[in-house]
């Protein structure tokens, strides 16, 4: 099997079929849930669950648990690189990840999860609630039936956590900073303090993991 190392330039597969993102709002806590909905809609990314190139090799490249980038040990500072690479990633069913064209698919190590969800919005209030939450990457994620959010089962030791994008289960997923973790135990707890949980767009979500 042919091996290859990535030298962190854009593949000439990926600059039509990416998108760029849309810019970060302003004041993330001032957006509406239309405006919300409106970028959400405006994102487009590339198929790559439909990509399954012959050539594969290893990128060289990591993502730490803080989020941070880094090729061949050293950090990736340019913030337009990296959310290129990142609409190109995905997990493979064995749980590792890859950045994937339809010419190549690179090993990368993903030391806890490839995003991180850094800010928060609420709208609403129960099963009428709608979260938004803001990437690393200023990519935008509502919660829902289609992105659900898991706590773990260890309400001692809480595993927050926000699924991106890919299958259900075995996708991307982004890691909850621990400050919006407590403001959405904040929000359950003022609801129900007997069975705590998170609404948001119509799904049910308990705070301990079944």
Known sequence: MHTATC???????????????????????????????ELLAARE???????????????????????SWFHE?????????VKLFSTILRREPDGSHVLVTPAEKLSIAVEDMPFRAVEMKSEGRGDARKLVFRLDTDDLVMAGPDHPLRFGGDPDNPDPRLHVRGAIGNGLEARIDRALYYEIVELALAESAEAPAIWSNGARFPLVDA
């Open 73 to 81: 040990g050293g950090r990736i500072n340019r913030p337009a690189m």
């Open 7 to 37: 030298t962190i330039r854009p593949s000439p597969y990926v600059g039509p079929m990416v998108s760029p993102a849309p810019s970060r709002p302003k004041d993330f806590a001032r957006l509406s849930l239309a405006e919300a909905a």
């Open 45 to 67: 990314l590339p198929p790559v669950e439909s990509w399954h190139p012959a050539r594969e090799g290893d990128s060289a490249m990591e993502i730490r648990a803080d989020g």
